[in-house]
């Protein structure tokens, strides 16, 4: 009975106070995703997580403060309502499939330097307990470009990137190859292209730092869509180059 009791405990991080959220059910992951809360507090936005919010329940497994404070809200074997309608590589059902973080941040300013530190000490953590790939950590913009913009243009990929995590340009970057299709190499990294300018959208926040709005496939408000910005190209090619010399996943 103790033993059976044991392994049906959730499993805690000891990194994270614990605050429970009734908002999951069973799944695993293969990848992280980043949010930010775009609310007025971190307490504020564990109000949400542990309810529901206007659109419903939603959660994360983890949330961190803007002091750098940890929250896990769900156990990492459990599903989190954090991704909603996304795709990413074919992955159709995000939810199952990833570890949700939300950041406390309005979406407009910048992540204070005790935050991110907490950012990458939990990916470290998460990553190496779960072999998740460190590249694989996503923008919730990323797998929702049409709906989303999370974490925004102001977050410090670079900075993860450093730490070893998530897929960066290397620099100095080498011109992309004649007849080089920027297309096919947004799709390799793994964006949906259902909707192309949504998908490219998020490419520029991530890589560029250049924020848009989208609704449906149209960049909307003062700035309309620039196409393919110069860089833009050699960006792709060395993130193509880079995913494909990785070592492909046993079976």
Known sequence: ?????????????????????????????????????????????????????????????????????????????????????????GIGDLNSDSIGIEIDNDGASPFPDAQVDSVIALLEDITTRLRIPRHLILAHADIAPTRKRDPSARFPWQRLAEAGFGLWPRAPLAPAPEGFDPWLALRLIGYDLSAPEAARCAFHRRYRGRECRVEGNLLVGAEADPGWLPGDLEILHDLQRQLLAMPQPAP
């Open 1 to 89: 009975m103790l033993l059976a009791s044991c392994a049906s405990a959730p499993a805690r991080n000891p990194l994270a106070e614990w605050r429970a959220s009734p908002n999951h059910d069973a799944r695993r992951a293969r990848v992280i995703v980043l949010h930010h809360t775009e609310m007025e507090s971190a307490q504020a936005a564990l109000h949400t997580l542990q309810t529901r919010n206007s659109g419903g329940p939603v959660s994360a497994h983890y949330l961190v403060g803007a002091d750098g404070r940890l929250y896990q809200l769900v156990p990492e074997s459990e599903r989190a309502w954090h991704a909603g309608a996304s795709r990413w590589n």
